[in-house]
């Protein structure tokens, strides 16, 4: 089992920057993947940027110039680094992790509560 537990969110003005956290714990497995996603209401959730254990990036075209996606394997958390934060960014942002148990072809994917973003005019 792999629990994922976000941190860092809150109320921000316009313009300003916020760094999220996700801790990851549990049986986690080399060559994963973790991402972050954000789901406004009314909206589907979209993916803005996954890592891979490695360190490969990958950043949706929306968003790449203003965010900055990393992590640390030694202490399994992902980070979320935003800058010049605009009232659109307001939602719920949320982390995964993809990855593969050893000897095994099937995917697992888990999902942390969510830590809103509120982002003020």
């Known amino acids: 089992q792999v629990q994922l537990v976000e941190s860092g969110g809150g109320l921000v003005q316009a313009g300003g920057s916020l760094t999220l956290s996700c801790a990851a714990s549990g049986s986690i497995f080399s060559g994963n993947t973790m991402g972050w996603y954000r789901q406004a209401p009314g909206n589907e959730r979209e993916l803005l940027a996954s890592i891979t254990s490695s360190g490969s990036t990958n950043y949706a075209d929306s968003v790449k110039a203003r965010l900055t996606i990393s992590r640390d394997n030694a202490k399994n958390t992902l980070y979320l680094q935003m800058s010049s934060l605009k009232p659109e960014d307001t939602a719920v942002y949320y982390c995964?992790?993809?990855?593969?148990?050893?000897?095994?072809?099937?995917?697992?994917?888990?999902w942390g509560q969510g830590t809103q973003v509120t982002v003020s005019s």
């Open positions: 995964n992790l993809d990855q593969r148990r050893p000897g095994n072809i099937r995917r697992y994917v888990y």
